[in-house]
């Protein structure tokens, strides 16, 4: 490894970093409505940064909502054409009282770098730009490949608006392979490949009962309590085993392949380990008969996540609310459609429905499953690259998460997606104390310029 961009990465780290930290200090969180202006700093600081180490047509889209940010490099001919993708919104950063330092002052650690978005996905994000940062200075403002870069800056809700661009200019951004760097490394020091994500679908079950909010004493007993209709709807949705009790939901679901099974035995998971530093529970639970890596890589999922509505605050107010809502999402595997798989999870919630009260089921936004196959030559050409700089052979797996962009890229512009991500299971994504090991960032940089020369060798 002495080609002359990682030379220059290297002399330039220490700059590299103090960039990052800016970019950690704008509070981009594209779900509020009072951070949009963040989000939109955000956006033109990257575009601003892109133009300065030599990208070309920079320029910030504006869409109905968050603006997407585009710039390419084109000049070499013959070679092929990456389109590097990552998001600069991040999640809100509550519960405020369990982070250790503030959410957007990044702050360094033993070795990690802690803020919100540090590796979800503004540091990794920010790797692909540096790393053409130093192929670009470094080699008289050429590329070794062709670049495109979008950014987007909806991808924590939803992504509708890259999906619409994507699906409405794919002239704009056409290309032999993706890059995204938005996914974890299997252990510390295990470079490696995710090649599966889990689909997504969102929804939000509304219910209600009276016209108004009503006084519990004066009313409780003859009138319907949508928070009741809720629980009784949703402890119906799966079994004390955790298993999905949608009729036909798990009809289309495709097994992983027996070698595949395999591969997944020999990666070094404590499942021990995995509970109590992890997920800090007295026990896992989940479908029996498999796996803990199947459960949370291949099989669906039902989740609540949240049921806003009635009285919260300090004290007590009886109060039966007049409506309130249901925030559950299905994770799911291939072959499962998201509108099918909806379409079931609303029909038997319809049928659910308990007495006086009326339902509104929503879908919110929603993506298919992806496998990507392991015999591309952008695939083999990622895994001698991280050879290099790892100096050890690449795992293969797959996320329980979802990336919908990545089957965005393979359905309208017929490309796979390389997903090379850099992040440690335990760096608190979407979580408190955030964080991304600094050496990562490092080594995903070089890790990215490797990959880039490869192809073009």
């Keep these: 490894m002495s080609s002359a961009a990682i030379e220059y990465a290297r002399s330039n780290y220490p700059r590299f970093l103090d960039e990052l930290k800016t970019l950690l200090r704008i509070p981009s969180v594209s779900t509020l409505p009072e951070h949009k202006s963040d989000v939109l700093a955000a956006a033109q600081w990257l575009a601003a940064e892109l133009t300065r180490i030599g990208m070309k047509n920079v320029e910030v889209i504006a869409t109905p909502g968050h603006p997407l940010v585009y710039a390419d490099w084109l000049n070499a001919t013959g070679k092929p054409t990456c389109l590097c993708y990552g998001h600069y919104d991040v999640q809100p950063p509550d519960p405020l009282d369990e982070w250790k330092s503030q959410p957007f002052e990044p702050i360094e650690r033993n070795g990690n770098l802690y803020a919100r978005g540090a590796v979800d996905d503004k540091g990794q994000m920010y790797m692909h730009v540096k790393a053409l940062e130093a192929l670009l200075k470094s080699c008289n403002s050429k590329l070794p490949i062709n670049i495109r870069v979008i950014l987007e800056g909806e991808e924590e809700v939803g992504g509708e608006q890259i999906a619409r661009f994507v699906r409405e ?51 409780g007993g003859a009138v319907p309590n949508p ?48 509970r109590l530093t992890e997920v800090g529970s007295s026990r896992l639970t989940g479908e029996p008969g498999f796996s803990v890596l199947e459960r949370t890589w291949a099989r669906p999922t039902l989740d609540v996540h949240g049921m806003p509505g009635g009285f ?19 994770r799911l595997v291939p072959d499962q ?11 038997y919630v319809e049928a659910l429905k308990p007495d006086g009260i009326e339902l509104d089921i929503r879908l919110i936004h929603s993506g298919e499953a992806i496998v990507i196959g392991t015999d591309n030559l952008y695939i083999q050409a990622a895994t001698r ?55 990562n960032f490092y080594r995903g940089i070089e890790s990215i310029i490797e990959f880039f020369e490869e192809l073009a060798g």
């Design 169 to 219: 200019h794919p002239d704009r951004l056409q290309a032999d392979f993706a890059l995204v760097s938005d996914t974890d490394m299997f252990a510390s020091e295990l470079p490696t490949l995710c090649v599966g994500l889990r689909g997504m679908i969102y929804t939000e079950i509304g219910a209600r009962g009276a016209k108004t909010d009503l006084h519990s004493g004066m009313y």
């Design 385 to 439: 690259a991280l050879k290099k700089v790892w100096n050890k052979d690449t795992v293969f797996i797959r996320s329980g998460g979802s990336i919908p962009i990545v089957g965005d890229f393979e359905r309208h512009l017929k490309i796979p997606t390389v997903m090379m991500g850099f992040g440690l299971p335990d760096d608190n994504i979407h979580a408190p104390n955030e964080k991304f090991h600094l050496a």
């Design 227 to 274: 928070f009741i209709a809720l629980a009784q709807i949703i402890a119906r949705l799966k079994d004390s085993a955790g298993r999905i009790l949608i009729p036909g939901f798990y009809d289309a679901v495709k097994s992983p392949s027996a070698d595949e099974l395999k591969a997944w035995q020999t990666l070094p998971f404590d499942e021990e380990h995995y």
């Design 337 to 347: 459609k998201p509108q099918q798989a909806f379409a079931q999870y609303k029909t």
């Design 312 to 330: 919260t605050g300090a004290g007590a107010k009886t109060v039966i609310p007049a409506k309130a809502v249901a925030k559950v999402s299905m």
